[in-house]
C-alpha cells in the first residue's frame, strides 16, 4: 500500500466480499524486521487465496490509516473481514503457520456466519437455477452415495479403510424420503474426507439387512475405519438425522479409527479433476518450494499447516491439495505465478 488512496480502492471499498490481512510496521523497529520474511513467506503461501499487505506507518499515509484504526504499536496486524470498517487485530503467534492459521479461522467464520443466510439464499436461486439446469442441457453431478447390495456389500465396504455410515431403507418409508436430501448433500461434502456414504434398500438385500439386525427404518450403521473389518466392530447409529449431525458424527469417527488423510500433491490433471472438480468445491492449492531450495523438514512443515487447515474445514467446500515450485511451470503460468 503506497497511499491512503490505495488503501481504501484495494481494501475499504471493496465489495467482493475478500479478506485482507494487513500488517501496520515502523522500518525501525527490530521486531518488523524480524517479522518480515515471515510476512512475506506467508503472502507466498497465501497468493491467490487471500490478500495479504503492508502499511509503512511513519509515512503521512501510513500515520493517518494507524490512527483511523487505533494503531499504536509495531508491528500490528489486522483482518479486514467484508465489513472493512470493523478489523480485527490478529493476536497469535508471529510465525507462517500462526498466521495462515489466524486469517483461515477469521474465513471459516465468515463461512459460518454465510451458512446462517444460506436457505433463504437457496430459496431465492432453487427454482431459477434450475430451469437453468435443464435448458442448458446440463445433468446434475452424480450421487456420491454408493448403493450397497448383497453381492458387494463385504468387498466395498469390510476390505475398505474408511468410515462408513450405511443407511438400510424401505422405498415406501416416509422417514427415508424426509431424510434422503441430507443423506445425499453428507455424500457430497464429505466426498475424500475418508469418510464413504452408502444406502442399502432393506426390502431386496434382506440378506445384509439380515446380518446387521435391521427391523426398522431408516437404521443407519456405522462401520470404523481400518481394513479389514468385521460385523462385531458395527456401532448403531443414534445420533441427529441431519446434514450436521451426520458430518459431526463421521468426523469425529474419522479422529477415533480413520486413517489419516495424506494432502495430494498435483502432479497431473487426474489429480487436479479427482480433488478439485465437483459441484460447490472451492480447491486450494498452495505453491511450496522445491525441495532443492528449501528442505524435507521445512517442506513436512509446510505440509502440516496444510494438514491443519485441511482438518479445519473438513465438510466445508474447501479442499487443498499442493504442488512444487518450478515442477509445474504450465499450472504457474495458468495462475500467474511466474
Not at 467482493?16 to 503461501?45: H, N, R
Not at 493476536?91 to 489466524?102: A, D, L, P, R, S
Not at 487443498?320 to 504450465?330: K, L, Y
Request: proline content about 5%; overall charge negative; aromatic content about 10%.
Amino acid at each position: 500500500i503506497t497511499t491512503k488512496s490505495d488503501f481504501d480502492t484495494k481494501i475499504v471499498n471493496r465489495k467482493d466480499g475478500s479478506i485482507w490481512m494487513v500488517q501496520f510496521y515502523d522500518p525501525s523497529s527490530d521486531s518488523c524486521e524480524k517479522l518480515a520474511p515471515i510476512y512475506g513467506a506467508t503472502a507466498f503461501m497465501l497468493n491467490g487465496f487471500y490478500h495479504l499487505a503492508t502499511v509503512d506507518a511513519t509515512t503521512d499515509y501510513g500515520a493517518e490509516i494507524a490512527k483511523q484504526y487505533d494503531v499504536s504499536k509495531y508491528p500490528t496486524i489486522k483482518i479486514f473481514q467484508p465489513d472493512k470498517k470493523k478489523p480485527i487485530d490478529y493476536k497469535g503467534k508471529h510465525e507462517v503457520e500462526g498466521i495462515i492459521q489466524g486469517i483461515m479461522a477469521e474465513f471459516q467464520n465468515l463461512l459460518q456466519y454465510r451458512s446462517q443466510q444460506l436457505p433463504d439464499e437457496l430459496k431465492r436461486q432453487k427454482a431459477g437455477a434450475g430451469k437453468q439446469q435443464k435448458q442448458e442441457g446440463g445433468s446434475e453431478e452424480p450421487s456420491k452415495v454408493i448403493t450397497l447390495t448383497d453381492d458387494n456389500f463385504d468387498e466395498i465396504v469390510m476390505n475398505s479403510n474408511d468410515v462408513w455410515l450405511i443407511g438400510f431403507f424401505a422405498p415406501w418409508c416416509g422417514h427415508c424420503k424426509a431424510m434422503l436430501p441430507d443423506w445425499e448433500e453428507t455424500a457430497s461434502n464429505l466426498d475424500g474426507e475418508g469418510v464413504s456414504i452408502g444406502s442399502v434398500d432393506a426390502t431386496t438385500q434382506e440378506k445384509t439387512a439380515g446380518q446387521y439386525g435391521v427391523k426398522g427404518f431408516p437404521t443407519i450403521k456405522v462401520f470404523p475405519g481400518g481394513a479389514p473389518k468385521t460385523p462385531n466392530m458395527v456401532i448403531n447409529y443414534e445420533q441427529g438425522r441431519t446434514k450436521s449431525d451426520f458430518i459431526k458424527y463421521a468426523l469425529a469417527e474419522v479422529d477415533r479409527t480413520g486413517v489419516p488423510k495424506e494432502i495430494p500433491q498435483l502432479t497431473s490433471m487426474d489429480v487436479f479433476d479427482e480433488t478439485c472438480k465437483g459441484k460447490n468445491r472451492i480447491c486450494v492449492m498452495a505453491g511450496l518450494p522445491h525441495i532443492l531450495d528449501s528442505s524435507a523438514e521445512k517442506r513436512n512443515k509446510f505440509k502440516e499447516t496444510l494438514s491443519t487447515a485441511a482438518k479445519e474445514f473438513r465438510g466445508t467446500p474447501l479442499v487443498f491439495t499442493w504442488f512444487e515450485g518450478s515442477s509445474q511451470p504450465a499450472l504457474e503460468e495458468a495462475l500467474g505465478l511466474t
